[in-house]
């Protein structure tokens, strides 16, 4: 009985060592340091903390959807390359998302990315001359297609404004302002760009086309 007993403690004591040692191994794979790269307007400590759940979790079992779910939650974030470095690091390249104007609806204040997708707002010293959309995503989405598809020059736009009756108002640089109709409003900016290249331009600052086949110059 008493060999037994001896027996069963030097293998539990046995098992326990060999336990022991596995988990020391599979420990050194704990995520311990995050490399964040290629962030230009996001801090390294607010992408970190975005990643905060997921230190110390095994990178040998570390899924990409995890990284996604956390990093997302920021709007400035448009996507990101992960790279593991054994044993326990994890290196970050992050895409932002960049900012091509200042959207107010209902109260709100957004920026918009270059693909129209909504961005949380914040006082960013590099986008502080950014033009400014009165309205709503929907409908500007469809105008600033239409504004590419003629190659009106959009770095002249200081602000767009919609209007309930479906029509845009758009002041440009130099305190010039053009009225659009709510219908062909591309014809009117065409007519708008042929203008503006002639020598008479600079004498007016208000273009308005609302008039259908009219326009107006003051």
Known sequence: MRKRLVIALSLLIALTTISSKQDFKISKFNLKKIIVENNLLLKDKDIKNLLAPIYNKNILFLESNEIKNALMQNSFIEGFNIKKKYPNTLKIKIFEKKPIAVLYNKKK???????????????????????????????????????????FPLDIIEKYTFYQVDRWDLEIKNNKVIKLPSENYTKSLKSFLELKSKSSFKKYELFDFRIKNQLILK
């Open 109 to 151: 204040k957004f920026y918009l990315s270059e693909k129209l997708d909504l961005i949380e707002f914040k006082n960013l010293k590099n986008y502080q001359n950014l033009p400014h959309i009165f309205g709503n995503k929907e409908n500007f989405k469809i105008f600033y297609n239409d504004l590419k598809k003629i190659n």
